[in-house]
């Protein structure tokens, strides 16, 4: 996650994506800048405006927006980070936005009918259950 070059474009890291897991870190706690939230909401949910608030409540956002804070919690930092990685792994198994939009908003089976991104943005857990399909689909396993 903290080489993947698509991760850091999302995330807003243009010029030098953070070296080490330390320095990443550093960067969940301080806070991703509001903008890496309206970034990733247009690239995972280009049709669905309000898909940022399953990240940061719309009164929460409003008000960072308002009064300056335009940077995200710790808490929601980490969920955006889950999003960003669930998300390009998706793209990285699916090869377009298009597919890997598809995958992650269709309810799955293995998922007891929920659609992947729901259980991504759950908790760590579901979020790793959802790589775990997601690369027995890149390795040609069950899924």
Known sequence: ??????????????????????????????????????????????ADSAFKYRIVSKTTLARRRKHDNDRLSTDESERLVRLTDVWTTAVDVWKTGEAARAFLFRPHAMLDGRPPINVALQAEVGAQIVKDILGRLKYGSAA
């Open 1 to 46: 996650m903290l080489h993947n070059p698509q991760t850091a474009t999302m995330l807003g890291f243009t010029a030098t994506p953070p070296v080490t897991p330390i320095s990443f870190l550093d960067l969940i706690v301080r806070g991703f800048p509001v903008s890496a939230l309206d970034r990733v909401s247009e690239t995972v949910a280009p």
